[in-house]
C-alpha cells in the first residue's frame, strides 16, 4: 500500500470515527460515572455489557463502511445476464438507462455515486461519515447499526450525566468536570442526529423507498409517472423483503405487477 493511501477520505474517516468513540468510552471510565460504582461494588455485567456494545456499534460501522453496498458490475456475470434476460420478458414502459459516466446499464432503483464513482443498486445516498454509499446490500447492516448506536449513546448520555455532581466555585468544578460535560454535550447532539436519522430510515423502510427516491421523486422517470410508490406492498411485506429478502425478485417484475394492480384497479372502476 502506497503511503499517501493512509491518508484518503476513507481511512481519515474511520480512523476518526475509532478514535472518538474508544476516547468518549475512555472518558466515561475515568470519571466518576455509574460504571465506576459499579466497579467498586462488584458488579462486573454493566460495565462488560457496556463494552460489547460499544465494540458491537464499532464493528457493525466498519462493516457498513467497507463493503460493497450494491454495485452494478460493468461487466455482467452470467447470472446477472439470465436476471436481464428475465428482465426483458417483463413489460416495461419505463426504459432501463444507460449511465453516461461508467456507460452500464442502470437497473431500476439504481443511481450513480460521483464520489464512489459507480452505479449502486437501489441506492440511498452516500454517507460521509461512512465515506460509502447506502445501497442493496448494506442498507440493512446501516440501519441495525443505527439502533445499536443510538443504544449506546443514550446509555453513554445517561452514564455522563451520573458523574456529572455540579458544585461551586465553578471553576473548580470546570477543570474536574469539564471533559465530561463536554462529553455529555457531545452525546447529546449524536444522540438526536442518530434518532433522527433512524426514525426516518424506519419511515422509509416500512413504505419500500429510498432517502434519494424520497427526495427526488419529481425527477425520476419512474416514479414521476405514478400516483403512488410502485414498490410499496404493505408494511409486513415490506419489512420482509428489506431485512429477509423475501419475496425474491427483480425491481422490474415488481413495478410492473404493480402496473397492472393499477391498470386492473382503473378498469374495475370504469
Known amino acids: 500500500m502506497a503511503p499517501w493511501a493512509l491518508l484518503s477520505p476513507g481511512v481519515l474517516v474511520r480512523t476518526g470515527h475509532t478514535v472518538l468513540t474508544w476516547g468518549i468510552t475512555l472518558v466515561l471510565f475515568l470519571h466518576d460515572t455509574a460504571l465506576r460504582q459499579w466497579e467498586e461494588q462488584g458488579e462486573l455485567l454493566p460495565p462488560l455489557t457496556f463494552l460489547l ?8 460501522y466498519l462493516a457498513v463502511s467497507l463493503m460493497d453496498p450494491g454495485y452494478v458490475n460493468v461487466q455482467p456475470q452470467p447470472q446477472e445476464e439470465a436476471k436481464e434476460e428475465q428482465t426483458a420478458m417483463v413489460p416495461q414502459a419505463i426504459p432501463l438507462r444507460r449511465c453516461r459516466y461508467c456507460l452500464v ?25 461512512m465515506e460509502n454509499c447506502v445501497g442493496e446490500r448494506n442498507h440493512p447492516l446501516f440501519v441495525a447499526y443505527l439502533a445499536l448506536q443510538l443504544v ?17 466555585p465553578w471553576g473548580l468544578w470546570l477543570r474536574s468536570s469539564g471533559l465530561l460535560f ?33 427526495i427526488s421523486s419529481h425527477r425520476i422517470a419512474y416514479l414521476r409517472q405514478r400516483p403512488s410508490n410502485p414498490f410499496d406492498r404493505g408494511l409486513t411485506r415490506n419489512l420482509a423483503h428489506f431485512f429477509c429478502g423475501w419475496p425474491s425478485g427483480s425491481w422490474e417484475t415488481l413495478w410492473a405487477e404493480g402496473e397492472d394492480e393499477e391498470e386492473e384497479g382503473r378498469s374495475q372502476a370504469v
Do not use: K
Open 105 to 129: 446499464l442502470q437497473p431500476l432503483r439504481a443511481r450513480h455515486c460521483r464520489e464512489c464513482r459507480r452505479c449502486v443498486r437501489r441506492y440511498d445516498h452516500h454517507c460521509p461519515w
Open 152 to 168: 449506546v449513546l443514550l446509555w453513554g448520555l445517561y452514564l455522563a450525566w451520573s458523574g456529572l455532581h455540579f458544585f461551586q
Open 182 to 214: 463536554a462529553t455529555f454535550l457531545l452525546l447529546s447532539l449524536f444522540s438526536l442526529g442518530a434518532s433522527l436519522l433512524l426514525a426516518s430510515h424506519l419511515y422509509l423502510v416500512a413504505s419500500n423507498t429510498t432517502t434519494w427516491e424520497f
Open 53 to 60: 456494545l460499544v465494540l458491537g456499534s464499532l464493528l457493525l
